[in-house]
């Protein structure tokens, strides 16, 4: 269980920045020493339909999705352990979150939480 090297840290976070959720998650991250191995993007303000390759701004919308250095996707529960790893102070949290039964469990909690999403979102405050 050794740490990420920078290199490895480089990923690209797609996040729907109209939700208040997301958005406080993300700007937490943001406040982290390492948040600028990330690069951010608010798929919510692409007007275009792909945001990136292999991904639509409307499947961007509908779920958390990272990009790897390696050009490669991640989405759900597996994204955000590895976006957790990028974090010294989150990477044991991303690092059980990414052991296979764990992992699984937690993406059928992530599920449930996408269809809470619309509720939830409309009572924390923008």
């Known amino acids: 269980m050794s740490q990420l090297n920078d290199d490895e840290k480089r990923i690209t976070v797609f996040f729907d920045g109209s939700c208040p959720l997301c958005r406080r998650e993300i700007n937490a991250y943001k406040r982290l020493k390492e948040s600028g191995y990330v690069n951010w993007i608010d798929v919510s303000a692409k007007h275009d339909k792909i945001c990136a390759p292999h991904i639509s701004t409307q499947k961007a919308l509908k779920r958390f999705h990272i990009m790897l250095p390696d050009g490669s996707f991640m989405s759900g529960a597996a994204a955000f352990a590895k976006l957790w790893m990028v974090f010294p102070r989150l ?22 939480f996408l269809v809470m999403r619309p509720l939830l979102q409309r009572i924390v405050p923008k």
């Open 91 to 112: 990477y044991l949290f991303g690092y059980i979150l990414s052991l296979p039964g764990i992992r699984h469990f937690a993406e059928i909690l992530y599920q449930i």
